[in-house]
């Protein structure tokens, strides 16, 4: 089955090389990022909706969280995402972004004028279900309603997500995506063509305590572009009760993040990317972590951001055992 879904996926590529829609194809959210873009294969959180949204459906929480990047210097990127677990098996996840850039009007004898502000906008759905007594596949689809201004003159266009996640073995999970794919839009006076990228990925997700440690990788293909490769590793530690022995009993966590992609030859650490994030326990079973990377471009420069977000993980409930006197009466 995944192969037959990995060759449906591939025959969708047959599409002019990418035109437009450029900000697609900047990473959404602080730990896929640092993990060098390595997450079609995870998409555990609630960044799943802009990465694989097969991963709405294995998301076992609630998850809120906004993020903040200053891109290159001259460009300001905000997204706010989320994960809505609707029943057992299937999730929602909603999704904006906003990317803008101020420039200055010029006249024809160079006489400086108003600014104004080049920006892109986007609206993203999605849903995931899995299915299977652990969620041995899981399948998800996403619509993303884009707008894009410049200067005087804005567009609309419409693509969508779909993907898959597969979990063979118990600390194993294989994921594939086709990313953006949809129809042409007319901007001013030419065409322009969605970046549909395909992306397979695998990822090695173990736990030990209530701690774990993944190592995973990612393949890229873009029509325009040179295909990449992506590898990141995180480690999480989660300790409330040491956090408590050394005075921080609000604390409740940490992650530090890592991962390199190629496609980057501009310098010595281009393509390298590097982060944290910080668990605080609000109240029981709700938490806020802080988290932040940075993203080297080489001599282009570097990108940092910032994240805020809020994640509700209410405790299962442990199966009843049965006591003695129901036992004697069977």
């Not at 990022?33 to 609630?62: C, E, K, Q, R």
């Not at 990822?203 to 030990?208: R, S, T």
């Not at 990788?217 to 408590?244: L, N």
Request: aromatic share 14%; proline share 5%.
């Amino acid at each position: 089955m995944y192969s037959i879904l990995c060759a449906i996926l591939l025959s969708q590529l047959v599409d002019p090389g990418a035109t437009g829609y450029t900000f697609l194809k900047l990473g959404v959210g602080v730990r896929p990022v640092a993990m060098g873009n390595a997450f079609t294969a995870l998409s555990d959180d609630g960044n799943a909706v802009f990465w694989n949204p097969s991963g709405l459906g294995i998301v076992n929480g609630y998850y809120l969280a906004g993020m903040a990047m200053n891109h290159l210097y001259y460009f300001n990127y905000y997204n706010l995402t989320s994960a809505i677990p609707i029943t057992k098996s299937s999730g929602l996840g909603i999704g904006l972004c906003y990317l803008g850039a101020k420039d200055i009007e010029y006249s024809e004898r160079g006489e400086i004028g108003d600014e104004f502000t080049n920006s892109d906008m986007l609206l993203n759905v999605g849903y995931g279900r899995n299915f299977g007594k652990r969620n041995t596949i899981a399948f998800g689809a996403a619509v993303k309603v884009i707008r894009s201004q410049l200067y005087r003159y804005s567009c609309f266009g419409v693509v969508a997500d779909i993907g898959v996640i597969l979990n063979p073995y118990k600390f194993i999970y294989l994921g594939t995506v086709l990313k953006n794919f949809g129809s042409p839009r007319r901007f001013i006076e030419y065409w322009e063509y969605p970046p549909v990228n395909f992306r397979q990925g695998v990822a090695f997700k173990i736990p030990f305590a209530d701690n774990h440690f993944i190592l995973a990788a990612d393949y890229s293909w873009y029509p325009d572009v040179s295909p990449t490769a992506s590898v990141g590793a995180e480690i999480r530690i989660r300790a409330p009760k040491f956090m408590e022995s050394i005075g921080q009993d609000r604390i409740s966590g940490f992650s530090l993040m890592g991962g390199y992609q190629t496609g980057y030859q501009t310098g010595t650490w281009s393509g390298f990317s590097f982060g944290f994030s910080i668990e605080l326990v609000l109240v029981q079973n709700l938490y806020l972590d802080i988290s932040a990377l940075l993203l080297s471009y080489g001599y282009l420069g570097s990108s940092e951001r910032i994240a805020v977000g809020m994640n509700y993980a209410p405790k299962k409930e442990a199966p009843k055992k049965p006591s003695n006197r129901s036992r004697r009466s069977k």
